[in-house]
């Protein structure tokens, strides 16, 4: 089992910058990858970015550039968002894969224009 707490999401002005965080925690040493999704409202859920276990990182075309995926010593995933646009209100959810799948709540990024 793993255990995800996100926090950091919040509204913010286009252009500017947040950081997601993603604390997690229990069966760890299984983890394949560690990753970012986002819904908005009305639309399907997908992949923001990707961290896999080797330290290789994936980001949706519409982030490259703009979005970091990072996790620390303490296990705790990080997205940092800069250069933010309307587009990029959304949910954001933590997930990992790890002998299975498990996601955090979900936190809510407001970018307003």
């Known amino acids: 089992q793993v255990q995800l707490v996100e926090s950091g999401g919040g509204l913010v002005q286009a252009g500017g910058s947040l950081r997601l965080s993603c604390a997690a925690s229990?069966?760890?040493?299984?983890?394949?990858?560690m990753n970012w999704y986002r819904q908005a409202s009305g639309k399907q859920r997908e992949l923001v970015a990707r961290?896999?276990?080797?330290?290789?990182t994936d980001y949706g075309d519409s982030v490259k550039g703009r979005f970091t995926i990072s996790r620390d010593d303490a296990d705790t995933l990080y997205l940092q968002m800069n250069s933010l646009k309307p587009e990029d209100t959304a949910t954001y959810y933590c997930n990992v894969r790890a002998l299975g799948e498990y996601w955090g709540q979900g936190t809510q990024v407001t970018v307003s224009s």
């Open positions: 229990g069966r760890l040493f299984t983890i394949q990858t």
């Open positions: 961290l896999f276990s080797s330290g290789t």
